[in-house]
Each structure stands twice: as structure tokens, then as C-alpha cells.
């Protein structure tokens, strides 16, 4: 089955510190993934996707296939990275849509 | 930012009635969908349509329905069937369906 799974609802760290956002797939081929942020009272937005390998915000994400994870980190965390973050896989198959995690909620404190 | 418009943002209804959420997009997106949005179940998936007047059932269909007269606009109808339709409902749209989506601002549904 496919499936995405993010094992924490909630990750509390302070202001300064590293993060990890946990992120497992299950697919049997090549999927592509994604990071998704929704700020308060904001709409939902794309954070990166892992083709790209791209660094943004200070968050990166690496594509596991051995693991088949897909974590976001970034080495020190700012207030305003508080969010809830999504993590989505695409299937490599048409006419399937994008596959959520059920979100964490990040909250950076001082 | 923009694109997506969904209207309007707050929406209250009395059970046992219908209620139709509406979206629009100006992106020329093909794709576009309907998810719901409660706490600790992350993002769920109502319907999807690839293409005008075509549209999928998604993991939680049952209680709704959708249309796709018109390339940008899908509008979501929770019926009375829906036994628990108080929820936050998202809509979003892509270039196909193997891509990033854009997703609207929401529409908070209130059923008493």
C-alpha cells in the first residue's frame, strides 16, 4: 500500500537548535516527494520537493530509497519556522494524486 | 499566492442541508482537488478531476459530490449523507497529477 508516515504530531525545540522532521514512504517504485508548510493563517504551500535538491528557508530534504525516507532538517531553528508541516509523496503513476502524511506541528520557542 | 480562490471562508449550515464550496483557479491548471482537513488526520482526499467533466472518488467520498463544467472552476457539494461534515476543506490544483499542488485558502464548514 502506499502510505506516508510522519511519527511525530508535535516537535518542540528551541530557538537555535537542529531540527529533524521525520518522513517515511511506502511505494514499491520511484515516487517523487515533496514538503509542504501551512504557516498560521496561511494557505498550504509547497516547502521543497526532493528533484530540485534545493535548500530553501535553510531546510533541506534527502531522499532515502534504502531507508525510503525523506527527512527535512535545517541545523538552527528560527521562531518563525513554527508550522505544521506535511510531507506528500507522488506516486510514478497517472491519474493518482499526491499522497499526504498526517502533518507535524513544529513549534520554535526562545 | 492567488490563484486559487475559495469561497467563501466561513460557512455555517443546518444539519440535513445541502452546502456547495466553491473554487476557482486562473492558473490553467489541468488538475484540481478537494481535500478535508482535520486535526491529527492531516490531509484527506475527497475528489479529484484530471479534466473537464471527469472526476475520481478519493478516499473519502461518500457523503460528497463534485462537477467539472469548466476547466477552472470545481465546486464541492457536501449533501446530507455526510455524517460528519464539520471540517476545514481545502482545495488545490496542479499542472497534472504527478505534480506539486497549489492550494487555495479553505473554507471552514460549520454543520449544527
Known amino acids: 500500500a502506499q502510505r506516508v508516515t510522519q511519527p511525530e504530531k508535535l516537535l518542540s525545540v528551541f530557538k537555535g537548535a537542529p531540527v529533524e522532521l521525520k518522513c517515511n514512504y511506502s511505494?514499491?517504485?520511484?515516487?517523487?516527494l515533496f514538503w509542504y508548510v501551512q504557516y498560521s493563517r496561511q494557505r498550504l504551500q509547497l516547502l521543497l520537493r526532493h528533484i530540485s535538491r534545493e535548500s530553501i528557508k535553510g531546510f533541506t530534504a534527502d531522499l532515502n530509497k534504502g531507508e525510503t525516507s525523506f527527512h527535512l532538517k535545517k541545523p538552527f531553528a528560527q521562531e518563525e519556522d513554527s508550522a505544521m508541516y506535511y510531507c506528500a509523496l507522488s506516486p510514478n503513476q497517472a491519474g493518482t494524486a499526491l499522497i499526504f502524511g498526517k502533518g507535524t506541528t513544529l513549534s520554535v520557542s526562545s | 499566492d492567488g490563484g486559487i480562490t475559495q469561497s467563501p471562508k466561513y460557512l455555517f449550515r443546518k444539519e440535513g442541508q445541502n452546502v456547495t464550496l466553491s473554487c476557482e483557479q486562473n492558473l490553467n491548471h489541468d488538475a484540481m482537488y478537494w481535500y478535508r482537513q482535520d486535526p491529527g488526520q492531516g490531509l484527506r482526499l475527497i475528489y479529484y478531476s484530471q479534466i473537464v467533466n471527469d472526476f475520481q472518488k478519493g478516499d473519502i467520498a461518500e457523503g460528497y459530490s463534485v462537477s467539472r463544467e469548466k476547466k477552472e472552476s470545481f465546486p464541492l457539494t457536501v449533501t446530507s449523507a455526510q455524517k460528519n461534515p464539520t471540517a476545514f476543506y481545502l482545495c488545490?490544483?496542479?499542472?497534472?497529477?504527478?505534480?506539486?499542488?497549489?492550494f487555495g485558502p479553505g473554507t471552514r464548514l460549520t454543520v449544527t
Open positions: 488545490a490544483s496542479s499542472t497534472g497529477t504527478r505534480y506539486e499542488q497549489y
Open positions: 511505494y514499491s517504485g520511484s515516487p517523487e
